[in-house]
């Protein structure tokens, strides 16, 4: 059964440790996700960005298709379905659709407007049992084709929408989505210690994981942050995979063409690449 993201993540941040946020894109990485998270016995949440769910053929149809493997497959650890950088209709759109946690970015408006839509949102998810994540100060790199600069939150900003009752909050701390730049300055853990001491409890959320050196996701999680999110590794990882595969002309031998062989070593790669984020932020066996 799918759950909100609230309580595993208050776990995490009481118990010192992050849950994996990792995107999905289709039946192979949401099946080598799951699967992964059932063996090491982690929590998990799989991200759903809107241009994937659209790739998905709808909201709909993920719901099925991850609640249809919950059951195949005897996933019992649990399980968040979670809307990634939502917009407000695309966060409306997965509340009525069955996803069980939602992300609206209103990081791109006023603060004004984003508190304004961020605490009608959290009304409506929150009367289905469904948790919500927010987001101040924008996240830089690109995310499905929207490209971000990349800014610092300002942590009073900040404490006035965890104020609102968000389960979770991503804060813009120097982190961007996909690879990092050679002069990158690195997280700005002044502002995440600020931020932390401003909203207690509160769950951090720390996006662009792919390229943050280990060093600095330990330090993170230490400072409040118990969700990371991971996407461009996973996709870096299935790419080589697959492309070694058909330039060593398995895809071609024996009885010709087999689509679940090609994606097999893929699907293979991203089970690895799912356990070593689960280790390095710590949630095995925290199910
Ligand atoms: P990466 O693509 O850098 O792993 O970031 C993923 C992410 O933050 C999704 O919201």
């Known amino acids: 059964m799918l759950v909100s993201a609230a309580q595993m993540l208050k776990d995490a941040k009481a118990g010192k440790y992050a849950v994996g946020q990792f995107n999905i894109n289709n039946l192979e990485w949401t099946k080598a996700i799951l699967l992964t998270a059932q063996e090491l016995n982690s929590p998990v949440i799989l991200g759903v960005s809107e241009g994937a769910g659209k790739y998905m053929t709808g909201y709909k149809t993920v719901v099925g298709m991850v609640n249809g493997m919950i059951e195949g497959l005897n996933i019992t650890v649990p399980v968040a379905l979670h809307l990634d950088h939502g917009s407000y209709e695309g966060a409306l759109k997965t509340i009525e659709a069955g996803f069980s946690s939602v992300m609206f970015d209103g990081s791109h408006y006023p603060i004004e407007e984003n508190i304004a839509k961020t605490k009608e949102l959290i009304a409506l998810a929150h009367s289905k049992g469904i948790s919500l994540e927010a987001e101040v100060g924008s996240i830089g790199g690109e995310e499905d084709g929207v490209v971000g600069a990349g800014e ?28 990092y ?8 853990f002044d502002v995440l210690a600020k931020i932390q001491e401003l909203t207690g409890e509160m769950p951090l959320v720390l996006h662009g994981g792919t390229g943050i050196p280990e060093e600095m996701i330990k330090k993170a999680i230490s400072l409040g942050v118990s969700k990371i999110n991971v ?16 330039e060593e002309g398995k895809d071609l031998q024996g ?4 689509p679940r062989k090609l994606l097999a070593p893929g699907f293979e790669a991203i089970k690895e690449t799912v356990k070593e984020k689960m280790e390095l932020f710590g949630s095995i066996n925290k199910a």
């Open 152 to 179: 610092v939150a300002d942590p009073e900003e900040c404490k006035k929408i965890a104020d609102l009752g968000v389960d979770m909050l991503a804060a813009g701390i120097g982190n961007i989505h996909g690879k």
């Open 255 to 258: 009885k010709g063409f087999d």
């Open 181 to 188: 730049p050679e002069n990158w300055q690195g997280l700005n």
């Open 231 to 246: 996407n461009t590794e996973c996709q870096l990882t299935f790419a080589a995979a697959t492309r070694k595969y058909i």
